[in-house]
């Protein structure tokens, strides 16, 4: 588990907006075993409108494979200088991602979204393959994605 400290820059950025209180959470993505390499995920958030607000983790080292991740460079215009430092690891089939960071109190209950793209070499790409709201209900309810994530959750 990896709490780096470009990842609570960029949670102490999405609360500055409304200078709200922030509090830990834990996204845990469970893999499917899917018989492929390692997959690469980013994790990131929207607003109300699906504007892109920020990411919040990436997994897979190689920078060459993250245009795969196609809703995220959409959104995000694929600025890698954006995940300095909060990157680890390709995720591999059957394992969990537990990523624990500090996010804004604000961003739930407010329309914003968490994302996951996901990402295998020489298998399909999967843009938004989870899409979940913020919300306190929402917390420790897993959501199933539709290809290389077997559930996804997040704690509050």
Known sequence: MKSPLAALTIATTLALP??????????????????????????????????????????????????????????????LQEINGITGASVGAGATLNVTLELADALFEAGYELHIDSSVEDMRDVPSEIVVPLTVEGAGQAVTGSRYIKSFTYDR
Do not use: C, F, Q
């Open 18 to 79: 409304s200078l709200a209180m922030a509090g830990p959470v834990t996204l845990s993505t469970e893999m499917n075993s899917y018989g492929g390499d390692g997959a690469y995920l980013v994790l990131y958030v929207t607003d109300a409108e699906g504007a892109y607000i920020g990411t919040l983790w990436m997994s897979g080292g190689k920078s060459k494979y993250y245009s795969h991740l196609s809703d995220w460079t959409r959104a995000s215009g694929g600025n």
